[in-house]
């Protein structure tokens, strides 16, 4: 491991990375004073160090959440907390660049990319912003005049928002925007392999002005800090982004305190192209449904369904395609697709591109490590694609998470729906056709969260967002999320006052 000495010079770009945990308004190192470093995957060298956390701290986070709804953030009424979360916006704006630079630092993905998310997370804000007021309860006629009962919704409680790598600022926004309009205090555990920007929305939150304790970060292992975070008693909903593996694993840690949980989990999704299909839209969505983010997305088009008639053309446009995307630095807006995250997800991914030669799958392009010129010890793997996979084949059933396209043939609209639904997962699907009749019956019968037709990996805070079957369960986004992190009180009122037979059932 080279020293950060050696890398303090790209440093400067993100201006000097905040290197502490928030907890309870207070900028902090980890009770046991254990730091861990934050790689920089296009060149595999530590550019940052971070407090690594344990079981003590995520008990001091969640006792300042707690504190927190007991006390300032509790008290803080809905048009309040609206105009805090819209100041959070503002400050998210004014702060784009240096976020897009820091979390280009931490998971490598192009710059070119998280700069225009980062412009993005502010609409995130503002929606829930917007729906902090307007949390209400009924009334409800219940058909005995001697009772008013109504409902009031109420913050769930503690939160516990565990994230994966990918996109760190902006899958925290849709736990936490929704979480904080709701009024519940948030404890955030960010991914091993990304701590730092996460701290850098944490500097803003105390900004905007934010009661201490009522957004909370820690930074640490996963096996460990999200363990405990999960398990801890105090936490009264577990909001986890991630794989299927780990998902499962929070579910049953949640289970012991019965927490509530929402998953939103891995993907392989089927990128389905009719013979009808506009193929120059298609490509596009295609190429960005796998090769963005170096494939690393949950959405990824990892599976595409080619109709018999158009598979030969449309694979040699798309090899075509995929060779000639530049790898590079991922600061440097020109690159097209940056590093995997880290050396582990690289060997994961050769190992399935091997896996995916081994099982006879024909190669068309890439597999291979690559080595860009300006940073050739980063985690990079070539633009891959393979024809010929068979839907038993590991290539056709595993996420991936990297740059490996697996085609499969289909004969007709019956035959797509078969080997689309053929997964165990169900997060999204694309279909590319022009037949708008088609269109609908594939939305009806792919079994999956969210479908795109004639587009790919469209999200706003506007939509919900979730998967069905191993891919999770809850949806994030649109107005229904902010309902997640509230619960229904029922409150009966005697009017009459009367005495009642005590013997008898009370009726409403
Ligand atoms: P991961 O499951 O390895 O880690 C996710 C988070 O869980 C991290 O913060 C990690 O530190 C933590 N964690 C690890 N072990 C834990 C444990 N035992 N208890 C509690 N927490 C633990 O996922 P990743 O590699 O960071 O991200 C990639 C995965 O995330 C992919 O499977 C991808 O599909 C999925 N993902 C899903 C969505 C979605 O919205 N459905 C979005 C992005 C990513």
Same mark, same amino acid.
């Given at each position: ?6 890398n303090e010079v790209q440093a400067d770009r993100c201006g000097n990375p905040p290197s ?18 934050s790689?920089d995957p296009s @060149? &595999?060298?530590?550019w940052t ?8 701290? #995520? ?10 709804? /007991? !006390? ?5 009424? &809905? ?8 100041r959070l916006a503002d400050l998210v704006d004014r702060d784009a660049d240096r976020l897009a630079a820091i979390e280009t630092r931490d998971n490598g993905k192009l710059i070119r990319e998280t700069r225009p998310v980062m412009g993005q997370v502010s609409a995130w804000l503002r929606?829930?912003? !917007?729906?902090?007021?307007?949390? /209400? ?8 005049? @001697?009772?008013? #009962? ?7 409680? #503690? ?5 994966? =790598?990918n996109s760190p600022v902006m899958i925290t926004t ?10 519940? %205090?948030?404890? *955030? ?5 990304t701590p730092t920007s996460t701290l850098l929305l944490a500097e803003l939150v105390e900004e905007a !002005? ?6 909370? *970060? ?28 780990? !998902? ?6 949640? %289970? ?18 009719? /013979? ?7 490509? @596009? ?8 983010s170096? &494939? ?32 590079g630095d991922p600061q440097d807006p020109a690159s097209e697709?940056g ?18 030669? %081994?099982?006879?799958?024909?190669? *068309? ?20 694609? =393979? /024809?010929?996979? $068979? ?34 997962? &169900? ?23 969210? *479908? ?5 990996? @469209? ?10 079957? $191993? ?38």
């Open positions: 491991m080279t020293s950060i000495t050696q502490s945990m928030f907890i309870g308004g207070t900028w902090t190192a980890a009770a046991g004073g254990e730091t861990m470093e790689i @060149n &595999g060298l530590a160090r971070v407090p690594a956390a344990d079981g003590t701290d #995520v008990d001091r986070a969640v006792a300042s959440a707690t504190e927190a709804m /007991a !006390g300032e953030w509790g008290a803080t009424p &809905g048009p309040r907390r609206a105009h805090l979360l819209n929606y829930y912003a !917007g729906a902090a007021d307007k949390l /209400a309860g009924q009334t409800l006629p219940t058909g005995d005049p @001697n009772y008013l #009962v109504y409902t009031t919704r109420e913050p769930v409680g #503690v939160v516990a928002a565990i994230v994966p =790598f849709m736990k936490v925007a929704p979480a904080l309009a709701a009024g519940c %205090a948030v404890v *955030v555990k960010t991914a091993d392999q !002005g934010f009661p201490p304790g009522a957004f909370n *970060v820690l930074t640490g292992p996963g096996a460990t800090v999200g363990d405990a975070l999960a398990r801890h008693p105090g936490v009264a909903k577990v909001s986890f982004t991630g794989s299927t593996a780990v !998902g499962t694993h929070v579910m049953k840690a949640a %289970a012991e305190h019965v927490a509530p949980v929402t998953l939103e989990l891995g993907g392989k999704s089927p990128n389905i192209v009719f /013979a009808d299909a506009d193929l120059d839209a298609a490509i @596009n969505g295609v190429v960005g449904g796998i090769f963005a170096t &494939g690393q997305m949950c959405i990824a088009g990892g599976r595409l369904l080619v109709q018999e008639e158009i598979h030969d053309e449309l694979v040699e446009r798309l090899r075509v395609r995929a060779a000639s995307i530049r790898l697709m590093p995997l995250v880290s050396e582990a997800q690289l060997e994961k991914v050769l190992a399935l591109v091997a896996s995916g030669v %081994a099982e006879g799958a024909t190669l *068309v392009t890439g597999g291979k490590r690559a080595a860009p010129a300006a940073v050739p010890d980063g985690y990079f793997v070539e633009p891959t694609i =393979f /024809a010929g996979v $068979q839907p038993d084949m590991q290539l056709a059933r595993e996420e991936v998470f990297g740059p490996v396209l697996a085609v499969v043939p289909f004969r007709d609209e019956e035959h797509a729906i078969e080997l689309g639904n053929d997964t165990v997962f &169900g997060l999204a699907g694309g279909v590319w056709t022009k037949d708008v009749q088609r269109a609908h019956r594939m939305a009806r019968r792919l079994r999956c969260g969210v *479908v795109w037709i004639n587009c790919y990996r @469209n999200t706003s805070p506007h939509v919900p967002f979730g998967g069905m079957q $191993q891919s999770g369960f809850g949806r994030e986004n649109g107005p229904d999320a902010i309902l997640d992190y509230t619960q229904v009180k029922s409150v009966w009122l005697e009017l009459s006052g009367a005495t009642r037979d005590p013997l008898t059932v009370p009726r409403g």
